[in-house]
C-alpha cells in the first residue's frame, strides 16, 4: 500500500459511486433551495408542516454521520449545505408564524 493510499484512508474521499450521491444530493438542495425562495418570496409558510422540517433535519443529521464514518467528502459537504437550508427553511417558518398570530 503507497503512503498516498493510506493518507486517502485516514482522511474523507471521492469514489466514483460517491457521484450518484453527489447527484442525488444535488437534486434534494434544489428542491431545497426552491423551497426556501419561494417562502422567501411569498412570505408565507402555513403549507410546510413542522413535522416535514424536522423530519428532514433528522434525516440530515443522520446522512451526516453517515458520511462522516463512510468518508465521503463530497455527500458530506452537500449534506452540510442541506442541512443549513433546512434549519434556514424552520426559522422562516418560526417567524412567519409569529407575523400571522
Known sequence: ??????????GL?????????IFAGLFALIGGIGQIVHTYNTQQ???ISY????GAII??????????IQKGA?????????????????IMKIVLSNKIQ
Open 59 to 68: 434525516s440530515s443529521i443522520l446522512w451526516l454521520i453517515y458520511h462522516y
Open 45 to 47: 409558510a402555513e403549507d
Open 1 to 10: 500500500m503507497s503512503k498516498d493510499s493510506k493518507s486517502n484512508q485516514q
Open 74 to 90: 463530497g455527500c458530506f459537504i452537500i449534506t452540510v449545505v442541506a442541512f443549513l437550508g433546512f434549519i434556514i427553511l424552520l
Open 13 to 21: 474521499q471521492f469514489n466514483k459511486i460517491e457521484y450518484i450521491g
Open 51 to 54: 413535522f416535514f422540517i424536522l
